[in-house]
């Protein structure tokens, strides 16, 4: 049997900050940008991906404390020749 008490349980979601999409692509998630999803780079037809075909939605400890973050940088779609 399920009893409420006075102790109380917080959950807490992180998430990554939306990713521009890149001229002539797009980003897709996994898991709605929360912490351990994947961002996807793909491009339009006629242009190849230039960059981080991935990217991870990570906690990192850094100087100024714990911060959500992508790992890698931003990928460009250039057109093919």
């Not at 399920?2 to 900050?17: G, H």
């Not at 939306?18 to 996994?30: F, H, R």
């Not at 100087?63 to 931003?74: F, K, R």
Request: a positive charge.
């Amino acid at each position: 049997m399920f009893e409420m008490t006075k102790e109380c349980l917080y959950v807490l979601a992180l998430y990554c900050k939306e990713l521009s999409d890149p001229v002539n692509g797009e980003v897709t998630y996994t898991q709605n940008r929360q912490l351990g999803s994947e961002a996807a780079y793909t491009c339009l037809p006629g242009y190849y991906l230039h960059g981080n075909l991935r990217r991870r939605c990570l906690l990192n400890n850094t100087a100024g404390g714990y911060v959500v973050a992508w790992t890698g940088n931003n990928s460009v779609c250039n057109r093919k020749s």
